[in-house]
């Protein structure tokens, strides 16, 4: 079935250029009514300018319909302006897409804690703003996709990203709960982890590497986790054409209980880390629910 969002209002943060501009004409192209918005920032969110008005002229040139929004997501009342102005145009908001965000890239030993909170400010706390502010109408609607935009930095650690990372992970760690809170009302939480050429990644790959990650070859993961078909509580990592699907998972581990433990620990660290039946918990509970199985095992009668 051929994924449409004709009668659909998105918001897409950081839409002003790279990543969130794909996605939000991709949306756009499809039928949505689109909020883009964007603070218009350089790359270390310093600055503002109209970056958001022209994606919202390019998608008006195809026919498409959109407002531009040039609330910073850092601000909880720019945030609730900027749904309500939604709401007020079109009557509902049926997907958010949180892509904006901002690099700060230092080793950690030269970090300020000032560029780590910000960081973390822009994309979780950011992310966060936006997801909050239409939360209660996509439970009222029984209606609702999020997408966070997560990354390899964070699911998997990047030199010199730690604040970043921190941010990115974070990130998966509200959709874990969210996705797990909204099920019932019709809302889907998930994740994607974009590998893309924008100003973002521009000096750090070579051009050869470049040219083959166009940000629009990410867009169909987020369209695909944007639409009514879409999973609840899934990471799709995308770019260059290529998409998976990364889990946080867990081994099946082994017993131990007592004095010795430390020391069966570590004569047992192989066996531990074996990734033979291997478990993707389906909430934090599962943890608890498979080390008692093996306390009961272990003290059975
Ligand atoms: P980009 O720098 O082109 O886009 C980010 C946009 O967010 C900019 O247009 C900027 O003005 C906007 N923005 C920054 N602070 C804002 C604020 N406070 N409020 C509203 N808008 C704000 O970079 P790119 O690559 O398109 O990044 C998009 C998302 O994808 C980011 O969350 C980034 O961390 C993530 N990502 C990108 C990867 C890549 O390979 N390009 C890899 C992994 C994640």
Redesign the pocket.
Known sequence: MKIRFDDRVAIV?????????AHAIGLARRGAKVVV???????D?SGA?D?ALRVVEEIHAFGGEAIANG????SWDQVQAMVASAKGRWGRVDIVV??????RDKTFSKMSLEDFRLVIE??LM?SINVTKAVWDLMREQQYGRIVM?????GLYGNFGQSN?SAA?LGLVGVMQTLALEGAKYGIRVNSI?????????AGLMSDEMLAK?A?EHVTPAVLFLASEQAPNRCIIAA?AGGFEVAHITMTQGIFAMGEGSPEAIAANFDAMCNRRDELVPESGADQRVHEVAKFDIRYAS
């Open positions: 943060t950081g839409a002003g250029g790279g990543l969130g501009r918005n964007d603070v218009g920032a350089a790359r969110g300018s970056a609330a910073d997501v850092t949180n892509n904006a965000g901002i690099l822009v994309h950011g935009t997560t990354s390899s930095s970043y990115k982890a974009p590998t893309a050429a924008t100003r973002m990644t990650l940000p770019g």
